[in-house]
């Protein structure tokens, strides 16, 4: 299994996929090199991004990104606010290693867009070589960016052991593969899901130390609002879209209007605070991705950021859709270049109405049943940005699906039959619809909105 702290991952816009993986895939890769004695004879790196990476590269961040993994930087570390004068002393013919070996660096010539390359293994392939004296290879080797930060070697990714994926196999207290699994646990074991989260937990890291990390989470997640909200002017990136979060909070402020149109407000306010924020290369917390990073977020801040009760709220709460978003990531995937947006606004649309009902004081049945509700109505849900950017639609779609998780808490928490369709169910349903799903609706910009728009 999965730590839940490594499903939210705070790091840096626009996307997870195409930014976080490959920073960190490129870092991986120069740290290799100097583990093996090998980074000083390196003359030249160059770096092939295939696939959805080539296609949307460009627009989502990957070939800055790759720069940026190449000098050593992690994506939870790096200062947004610095990485423009970082990229500009690289543009300058010279990129050092792990901020230590020279070497003569183009972006033009030393990274590649391979459009026509379709990887078999995962549709976010990247090639990376290193060229020792009289251009020599001193590696070259293969690996993906599978969606939410999370990467894999071509050899992890071909293994049939799924262990080998994350490592050395890591025992729980309360293995589950399946939502049935989990909904029988917390009736054998009287714990409600959050609880079977944090205790299993406990095979990484000690309980305080998990709560610690989960403060820190909503802390970023919460910081990332306010900052979005503060922030003025339009998004890079040539669409020229203009930030609204500032100034339609300033607007409720003034004059808010009956309490069901401020609910809405407010979250539809958050949740593109938070997408302004990653489309402009901010710092943001992949829920479980960096393009569905305002779901979770707003409806936290909305129901979880007050009061004596609000650090035990927000812990529940991220725990359950911890759990919930573990299930995707295990059963299927929450990768938009293998299943379209359902994998991303869909997941995090579930994670958050699970989380949501928790807080609600719901069963973990009912928790399920949110995290179903959410899902289902998001089915089909494809991924297409216009110019490639992480922008339109993908800003107001996190506005409508944090509206969505609430609405599916709702209707859980007043429904006490037996649902019709289960989560296990709704979340294969994703899968097989996601494998069906033609490949210009997953993140290659090639259908949908991003033909039928302008991107100018």
Same mark, same amino acid.
Request: hydrophobic content about 45%; overall charge negative; proline content about 5%.
């Given at each position: 299994?999965?730590?839940?702290?490594?499903?939210?991952?705070?790091?840096?816009?626009?996307?997870?996929?195409?930014?976080?993986?490959?920073?960190?895939?490129?870092?991986?890769?120069?740290?290799?090199?100097?583990?093996?004695?090998?980074?000083?004879?390196?003359?030249?790196?160059?770096?092939?991004?295939?696939?959805?990476?080539?296609?949307?590269?460009?627009?989502?961040? =990957?070939?800055?990104?790759?720069?940026?993994?190449?000098?050593?930087?992690?994506?939870?570390?790096?200062?947004?606010?610095?990485?423009?004068?970082?990229?500009?002393?690289?543009?300058?013919?010279?990129?050092?290693?792990?901020?230590?070996?020279?070497?003569?660096?183009?972006?033009?010539?030393?990274?590649?867009?391979?459009?026509?390359?379709?990887?078999?293994?995962?549709?976010?392939?990247?090639?990376?070589?290193?060229?020792?004296?009289?251009?020599?290879?001193?590696?070259?080797?293969?690996?993906?960016?599978?969606?939410?930060?999370?990467?894999?070697?071509?050899?992890?990714?071909?293994?049939?052991?799924?262990?080998?994926?994350?490592?050395?196999?890591?025992?729980?207290?309360?293995?589950?593969?399946?939502?049935?699994?989990?909904?029988?646990?917390?009736?054998?074991?009287?714990?409600?899901?959050?609880?079977?989260?944090?205790?299993?937990?406990?095979?990484?890291?000690?309980?305080?130390?998990?709560?610690?990390?989960?403060?820190?989470?909503?802390?970023?997640?919460?910081?990332?609002?306010?900052?979005?909200?503060?922030?003025?002017?339009?998004?890079?990136?040539?669409?020229?879209?203009?930030?609204?979060?500032?100034?339609?909070?300033?607007?409720?402020?003034? =004059?808010?209007?009956?309490?069901?149109?401020?609910?809405?407000?407010?979250?539809?306010?958050?949740?593109?605070?938070?997408?302004?924020?990653?489309?402009?290369?901010?710092?943001?917390?992949?829920?479980?991705?960096?393009?569905?990073?305002?779901?979770?977020?707003?409806?936290?801040?909305?129901?979880?950021?007050?009061?004596?009760?609000?650090?035990?709220?927000?812990?529940?709460?991220?725990?359950?859709?911890?759990?919930?978003?573990?299930?995707?990531?295990?059963?299927?995937?929450?990768?938009?270049?293998?299943?379209?947006?359902?994998?991303?606004?869909?997941?995090?649309?579930?994670?958050?109405?699970?989380?949501?009902?928790?807080?609600?004081?719901?069963?973990?049945?009912?928790?399920?049943?949110?995290?179903?509700?959410?899902?289902?109505?998001?089915?089909?849900?494809?991924?297409?940005?216009?110019?490639?950017?992480?922008?339109?639609?993908?800003?107001?779609?996190?506005?409508?699906?944090?509206?969505?998780?609430?609405?599916?808490?709702?209707?859980?928490?007043?429904?006490?039959?037996?649902?019709?369709?289960?989560?296990?169910?709704?979340?294969?349903t994703m899968r097989q619809t996601g494998i069906d799903m033609s490949a210009k609706y997953k993140e290659t910009s090639l259908g949908g909105l991003a033909v039928n728009v302008a991107a100018c």
């Open positions: 299994m999965l730590s839940i702290l490594q499903l939210f991952r705070i790091g840096i816009g626009p996307s997870s996929s195409h930014t976080v993986g490959p920073m960190r895939i490129t870092r991986r890769f120069v740290a290799a090199l100097g583990d093996a004695g090998k980074l000083g004879a390196v003359r030249r790196i160059a770096i092939e991004l295939q696939g959805s990476l080539a296609l949307t590269g460009v627009g989502h961040g =990957s070939v800055d990104a790759c720069v940026l993994g190449l000098m050593g930087l992690e994506p939870e570390a790096v200062d947004p606010d610095h990485v423009p004068a970082l990229l500009s002393a690289a543009a300058q013919g010279e990129v050092r290693l792990l901020g230590e070996h020279p070497v003569a660096f183009a972006q033009a010539t030393d990274i590649t867009l391979a459009c026509d390359i379709v990887p078999e293994l995962h549709p976010n392939g990247m090639r990376l070589i290193a060229f020792g004296p009289d251009a020599a290879k001193l590696a070259d080797e293969t690996w993906y960016s599978t969606g939410g930060g999370f990467i894999a070697s071509a050899r992890q990714l071909a293994t049939p052991n799924p262990d080998d994926l994350v490592g050395s196999p890591v025992r729980v207290a309360f293995p589950y593969a399946s939502a049935a699994e989990l909904l029988a646990l917390c009736d054998t074991q009287s714990r409600d899901i959050a609880a079977l989260v944090l205790a299993n937990e406990g095979a990484w890291r000690p309980e305080g130390d998990t709560l610690a990390g989960i403060d820190r989470l909503v802390a970023a997640m919460l910081a990332c609002i306010e900052r979005g909200l503060a922030q003025e002017g339009c998004l890079p990136g040539g669409l020229k879209v203009r930030r609204r979060a500032p100034e339609l909070w300033r607007k409720l402020l003034a =004059s808010p209007t009956n309490e069901t149109e401020v609910l809405l407000d407010r979250l539809n306010i958050f949740a593109m605070a938070v997408n302004e924020e990653n489309a402009a290369g901010g710092r943001v917390v992949t829920a479980p991705t960096n393009g569905a990073a305002g779901i979770i977020p707003a409806v936290l801040r909305q129901y979880c950021s007050e009061g004596l009760q609000a650090c035990d709220q927000a812990r529940r709460f991220l725990l359950t859709a911890g759990g919930i978003g573990l299930l995707y990531k295990q059963r299927a995937s929450i990768s938009g270049a293998e299943m379209g947006c359902q994998g991303e606004v869909g997941v995090a649309c579930s994670m958050a109405a699970a989380g949501l009902a928790a807080v609600w004081g719901g069963t973990p049945q009912q928790v399920a049943a949110a995290a179903e509700i959410g899902m289902e109505h998001n089915l089909g849900l494809t991924c297409d940005p216009v110019g490639g950017l992480v922008q339109i639609p993908c800003i107001e779609r996190n506005a409508i699906g944090a509206v969505k998780a609430v609405n599916a808490a709702r209707l859980a928490l007043h429904s006490h039959e037996t649902p019709k369709v289960s989560l296990d169910q709704v979340i294969e």
